[in-house]
């Protein structure tokens, strides 16, 4: 028995067995392939994603905005408690920096997608007058 199966864990390996050269990459690579969702379709997918978690920043920066300056507001009015609200009011202002930023990122992401969308179809368009 040992000379036939080297048993590791769980997963059997026999001697006379070739493993790919390739590993796991190749693998991946062609159930993609097989699914039949091209290059040009999976940038257009992910380019889809990056607009949704774009509103998704853009939404979370207003609403963090929003909010700390009703804690400013809070401030002002509640003489007693004003510097709890001014330290809420900044870390709501310092939410909706970071939520912006991401918004940011996301609008970046999305438009090399769509530029590399554009290669993959291999219809680039050129709206430049010169060049």
Do not use: C, N, W
């Amino acid at each position: 028995m040992s000379e036939e199966k080297h048993h590791h864990f769980f997963h059997h390996h026999k001697k006379d067995e070739e493993q790919p050269a390739g590993g796991y990459s190749e693998a991946v690579a062609a159930e993609v392939v097989a699914a039949g969702e091209s290059e040009y379709e999976r940038y257009k997918k992910e380019e889809k994603e990056h607009k949704h978690k774009q509103h998704l920043g853009e939404a979370g920066a207003i609403a963090a905005g929003a909010f700390a300056l009703y804690e400013k507001h809070e401030a002002k009015k509640d003489p007693e408690h004003a510097h709890r609200h001014k330290i809420t009011e900044e870390i709501a202002a310092t939410a909706a920096v970071g939520a912006g930023g991401y918004a940011f990122h996301e609008h970046h992401e999305k438009k090399k997608d769509h530029k590399d969308a554009e290669e993959a179809s291999s219809e680039k368009k050129h709206h430049h007058l010169f060049g």
